[in-house]
C-alpha cells in the first residue's frame, strides 16, 4: 500500500508484513533467560545465552554472553543465525528497542528472554535496509511511545506493538542502492569516530597520568604516609526524597540528582523542584564550597558546589561539608584519583549496581597533610587539567557532530531524499 507521504514508488507496510515465520510459525522469536554461569562461553563447543549488551546499535558483538550450564539442555530453535535482525524488548529506556543485523556469528549461542529474533522476507525487503530503518531517528521515536512499564529503569517492548511499526518500503533495486550509498559513508564516518574516540581515549590517559603524580609519585617525597577517616575531616549527609503526603509549610526548592553531577563540575540544565519541610532544609541544602559526591550510578564521582543559589540534593548523591582541616578541591581530585586507580571500590558495595554508602564513605582514608599543602597540590593539579579542557570539549563536539551526521544520514535513507534524483528519473 502507497500512502501520500510515501516517496514515489515507495510502499508503506507494517514490521509484521516484511518477515519470514520461523518453524513454528511465529515471525518473530523470543529467548530463554536460564541461570547461566557468569562466565562467558569463549568456545563454538559450549552453548552461551547472549546478554543484551550483544546488541549494540547496527553492531552484534557475541562475546557479550554467558555459558550455559552443562545440566541444562539448550534451544536451537532460538540459536542465532547470520541474517538475523536482533533487538532488546526489555530494560531500561535507553536500551530498550536497540536494533542489529548479526551479520557473522559463531555457532550455539541463544537469545535470552530480553530480546526478539526475526527474520526480513528478502523478496520484500532487505535486511541491512531494515536495519537502517529500525536504527533511524522515526522508527526509534515510534518504538520509544511503544514502551510500556511503570519504572523508566525496566520497560519492554511487546510482539504486538513492535509487529504494527509502519514504514516505507522502497523497491529492492533502490533498497540495494540506498544500502550500498549508506555503507560506504558510515565506514568514513565510523573511521573519522575512531580517531576521535582514540584522542579521547589519549586524553583520558594524561588526565590519569597527572592524578597519579599528583597522589602517589609526588606525594611520595613530600606527604607522610599517614591518612585520616574523611569522617573525622568533614560532616557527611545524604539526600533524601522527602515525604510530601503530610507535611505543611513546604518550600519549593531545586534539587540535584546523580545526572547533575559530573567530575569536578555540574550540569544544571534539567533541574527538577521539590517541596521540603523547612526543618528539612538545612540537611539536605548545599552551600558554597561543599562536595556533593554520587552515592550511586557512578559512585564517587564528586564536584564542589560554588554557587549562593538555593539548592538541595536527592537521595543518591551524599553531601561533604569540609572542616578546616580538608581542602574542597584536594578531597574532589582525590575522589578522582582513588576512581581511576580502582581503589575506590573496596568502599563500594553491591555486586551488578554498585553504591557507596554514607558508613563506607565516611571510613575513606585522607591523606593527612596540612591544609595549605593541599590547597597548594589542589591549585597545581587543576591548572595541569585545565589546559587539557579544550581538547576534550573538542573531541567530545566531534562526537556529538558524527551523531547528528548519522541520524541526519538514516533519516535520508528512510524518508527516499537519499535518492530522490535516481527514483525521479526512474518513476518520472
Not at 35 to 63: H, Y
Request: proline share 7%; aromatic share 6%; charged share 20%.
Amino acid at each position: 500500500m502507497t500512502t501520500p507521504d510515501s516517496p514515489k514508488g515507495w510502499s508503506t507496510m507494517s514490521i509484521g508484513d516484511v518477515l519470514v515465520p520461523f518453524q513454528n510459525g511465529k515471525v518473530i522469536s523470543q529467548g530463554w533467560s536460564p541461570q547461566c554461569d557468569k562466565e562467558p562461553s569463549d568456545s563454538p563447543d559450549e552453548w552461551g545465552v547472549l546478554k543484551t549488551t550483544a546488541i549494540q546499535p547496527g553492531a552484534f558483538q557475541p562475546q557479550h554472553n554467558k555459558r550455559l550450564p552443562p545440566t541444562l539442555s539448550a534451544d536451537p530453535n532460538i540459536e542465532v543465525h547470520a541474517g538475523d535482525l536482533l533487538l532488546t524488548c526489555a530494560g531500561p529506556r535507553s536500551r530498550c528497542g536497540i536494533p542489529c543485523l548479526v551479520r557473522h556469528t559463531r555457532p550455539r549461542l541463544m537469545t535470552s528472554g530480553k530480546m526478539y529474533r526475526f527474520r526480513a522476507n528478502e523478496a520484500i525487503v532487505l535486511p541491512e535496509f531494515l536495519e537502517l530503518v529500525l536504527l533511524g531517528p522515526s522508527a526509534q521515536r515510534s518504538i520509544n511511545e511503544m514502551k510500556t512499564g511503570t519504572s523508566e529503569s525496566g520497560l519492554n517492548l511487546t510482539h504486538a506493538r513492535f509487529s504494527m511499526l509502519r514504514f516505507a518500503v522502497p523497491p529492492l533495486p533502490e533498497q540495494h542502492q540506498i544500502v550500498g550509498t549508506v555503507e560506504a559513508v558510515l565506514s568514513r564516518l565510523d573511521a573519522a569516530v575512531a580517531g576521535v574516540r582514540n584522542a579521547a581515549q589519549r586524553a583520558e590517559g594524561l588526565r590519569t597520568s597527572i592524578l597519579r603524580r599528583a597522589f602517589t609519585e609526588a606525594a611520595a617525597s613530600d606527604w607522610t604516609a599517614d591518612t585520616t577517616p574523611l569522617g573525622q575531616l568533614a560532616d557527611l549527609s545524604l539526600g533524601k526524597m522527602l515525604d510530601r503526603k503530610s507535611a505543611t509549610g513546604l518550600h519549593p526548592t531545586p534539587y540535584l540528582r546523580n545526572i547533575n553531577v559530573r567530575w569536578h563540575r555540574f550540569e544544571l540544565d534539567d533541574l527538577a523542584a521539590m517541596d521540603i519541610r523547612p526543618d528539612e532544609l538545612d540537611r539536605v541544602s548545599v552551600r558554597p564550597g561543599d562536595v556533593v559526591v554520587c552515592e550511586g550510578g557512578e559512585p564517587g564521582r564528586a564536584a564542589v558546589w560554588r554557587s549562593n543559589d538555593e539548592m538541595a540534593i536527592q537521595k543518591a548523591l551524599h553531601r561533604v561539608r569540609p572542616s578546616a582541616r580538608l581542602d574542597a578541591d584536594f578531597f574532589v581530585l582525590y575522589l578522582d584519583y582513588m576512581a581511576r586507580a580502582g581503589l575506590l571500590s573496596a568502599y563500594c558495595t553491591g555486586t551488578t549496581i554498585k553504591h557507596l554508602p554514607k558508613e563506607k564513605l565516611a571510613l575513606l582514608p585522607v591523606p593527612a597533610i596540612p591544609v595549605e599543602d593541599q590547597r597548594r597540590s589542589a591549585t597545581q593539579t587543576l591548572s595541569q587539567l585545565e589546559q587539557l579542557a579544550p581538547f576534550a570539549h573538542a573531541t567530545a563536539n566531534a562526537a556529538k557532530c558524527a551523531d547528528g551526521l548519522r541520524r541526519s544520514l538514516l533519516h535520508s535513507a528512510t524518508t527516499g531524499a537519499l535518492t530522490k534524483p535516481w527514483r525521479e528519473m526512474r518513476y518520472g
